[in-house]
Antibody
Framework: QVQLQESGPGLVKPSQTLSLTCTFS??????????WGWIRQSPGRGLEWIAY???????YYNPSLKSRVTMSVDMSKDEFSLEMRSLTAADTAMYYC?????????????WGQGVLVTVSS | SYDLTQPPSVSVSPGQTASITCSAD??????VCWYQQKAGQSPVLVIY???KRPSGIPQRFSASNSGNTATLTISGTQAVDEADYYC?????????FGGGTKLTVL
């Protein structure tokens, strides 16, 4: 059974850096049919795409977050990661990792359960 | 770039048909997909490439995309369909979500 699992700190101080990891199980992250992405959802709000990455390392970022975000992939561990810098309270959200089907269009066909990140001193 | 507009809320009676719209200029030029998110859960893909259903999604879920509007239709709506629904498209390597629609089954 394929699944994604996020891991990372639940609490981060303002101005610090958030590091999240997503582990893919039941398959290989180096499958060329998929990208791997991050989405967040602030409390009571809608979904916001953050970034996605191909196993080769090619990355695509939301222009509004690009200056603060970096994604990376570790094929040996079937993991991909998100780093977000200079956090503020506005970054408090549920962070989801997801698999992106690459084709005529890109969409998220598999989601992790999410990790709640609170930015507070 | 696209700005996807959804109505904040839609209400429907059990057994009736619910329609949720997603609008943007020339939306028909893009493939649209739809996600269902129940309270406290992760989103689930219910429609991709305008009208295709992933395996396991009930046939009562259907969709279309024409002109400036994509529409998700739930026929014979059930109480279990109460959720937030989001449209999404991919354009120029960017993923865009609509603001979401809360479907209430009264």
């Amino acid at each position: 059974q394929v699944q994604l699992q996020e891991s990372g700190p639940g609490l981060v101080k303002p101005s610090q850096t958030l590091s999240l990891t997503c582990t893919f199980s039941g398959g290989s992250i180096s499958s060329g049919a998929y990208y791997w992405g991050w989405i967040r959802q602030s409390p009571g709000r809608g979904l916001e795409w953050i970034a996605y990455i191909y196993y080769s390392g090619a990355t695509y970022y939301n222009p509004s977050l690009k200056s603060r975000v970096t994604m990376s992939v570790d094929m040996s561990k079937d993991e991909f990661s998100l780093e977000m810098r200079s956090l503020t309270a506005a970054d408090t959200a549920m962070y989801y990792c997801a698999r992106v089907v690459a084709g005529a269009t890109n969409y998220f066909d598999l989601w992790g359960q999410g990790v709640l990140v609170t930015v507070s001193s | 770039s696209y700005d996807l507009t959804q109505p904040p809320s839609v209400s429907v009676s059990p057994g009736q048909t619910a329609s949720i719209t997603c609008s943007a200029d020339k939306l028909e030029d893009q493939y649209v997909c739809w996600y269902q998110q129940k309270a406290g859960q992760s989103p689930v893909l219910v429609i991709y490439e305008d009208k295709k259903r992933p395996s396991g999604i009930p046939q009562r879920f259907s969709a279309s995309n024409s002109g400036n509007t994509a529409t998700l239709t739930i026929s014979g709506t059930q109480a279990v369909d109460e959720a937030d629904y989001y449209c999404q498209l991919w354009d120029s390597s960017t993923m865009v979500f609509g603001g979401g629609t809360k479907l209430t089954v009264l």
